[in-house]
């Protein structure tokens, strides 16, 4: 099972998340979601656990437990929603020049 962990200190490093779970079972992976520019913990991350009864004890006893001070969410983890390309605030510049805006 996947699990999703939320509102993390940004202190927690991926073996301190690991650490967590493994009080509850066997541990796959577990990983602190990082900013890609700053290389910052982004305050979430993923643990997967291979058996489905250890994950959901794990769940039930660690969602809204605190660590380093924060309340922490933990809940199975949902699978990515496809992102569309239309729409939204994008803008494109593609064929412009600054003489088409004056």
């Known amino acids: 099972m996947n699990i999703y962990v939320s509102n993390l200190s940004f202190n927690v490093v991926d073996e301190d998340l690991k650490a967590f779970f493994e009080e509850y079972g ?15 913990s982004r ?18 006893e660690l969602d809204k437990g605190v660590v380093e001070g924060r309340p922490i969410t933990v ?9 569309s390309n239309g729409g939204g605030n ?13």
């Open 26 to 40: 066997e541990v796959s992976s577990a990983r602190v979601i990082t900013d890609k520019f700053t290389g910052r």
């Open 75 to 83: 809940t199975e983890a949902k699978p990515r929603e496809e992102r």
């Open 90 to 102: 994008r803008r494109s510049f593609a064929g412009s020049s600054r003489g088409d805006r004056y």
């Open 43 to 60: 305050g979430f991350g993923f643990v997967e656990m291979p058996n489905n009864d250890e994950a959901n004890k794990a769940i039930a």
